[in-house]
């Protein structure tokens, strides 16, 4: 009976699941986003920022800047390596573009569909990761620097608009970033810090 009921919930969960993924991907698309979503999920548009980023710590803030360069890298090749190498592989969900279910459904607007598994979104694990890492270290400074997760929000939800995630691969990613960027930037401001006035 238990196992039943477990099962329901289940079901349940899968059907908001998929509901959700056609309001976002179907029924709430307009031109302009088509466009900016398929930008805004590449390297190409994120990268120099965090260089720049990277750089402007680093200058500003000398050897103690390196290692949170340096903590911020090794955070985002760790929550890569679990989301990608780890749940994916474990799970191996269908993305929604090769979901039998859904890929006929849905508007696929990216330019290739990955082959690995879609839970959890590693997009959203490691831009949440560097969003949670980058607020909890600099949030001293200004309270502007919670922008970074406003930032994370549109690169995951552009994952669930061009048809290559679900929502519940993108809320599952930001949980297991925004706790990893947590655990990594308690343990960076324990036994470094950037030295910053309370």
């Not at 509901?19 to 994120?46: C, G, Q, S, Y």
């Not at 598994?117 to 200004?142: D, P």
């Amino acid at each position: 009976m238990v196992l039943l009921e477990e099962l329901s919930l289940i079901q349940k969960l899968v059907h908001a699941d998929y509901a959700m993924m056609l309001k976002i991907n179907r029924d709430w698309h307009m031109p302009f986003f088509d466009t900016v979503a398929l930008f805004i999920r590449e390297a190409t548009f994120w990268v120099p920022l965090y260089v720049f980023l990277l750089l402007f710590i680093t200058m500003n803030y000398g050897r103690k800047g390196f290692w949170w360069a340096a903590a911020l890298i090794g955070l985002v090749a760790l929550t890569d390596l679990f989301s990608s190498h780890v749940v994916k592989e474990i799970l191996f969900r269908p993305r929604p573009c090769r979901d039998e279910l859904m890929a006929h459904k849905i508007r696929f607007l990216a330019k290739t569909c990955g082959m690995n598994g879609s839970f959890t979104s590693s997009h959203a694990t490691n831009h949440f990761a560097i969003a949670t890492f980058i607020y909890q270290t600099m949030k001293k400074t200004s309270s502007w620097w919670g922008i970074a997760f406003i930032w994370a929000g549109l690169i995951s939800y552009a994952q669930v608009y061009v048809g290559v995630h679900y929502p519940f691969d993108v809320l599952g990613g930001a949980l297991i970033g925004s706790l990893a960027g947590l655990a990594a930037a308690r343990l960076f401001n324990h036994q470094t810090g950037l030295g910053l006035a309370s």
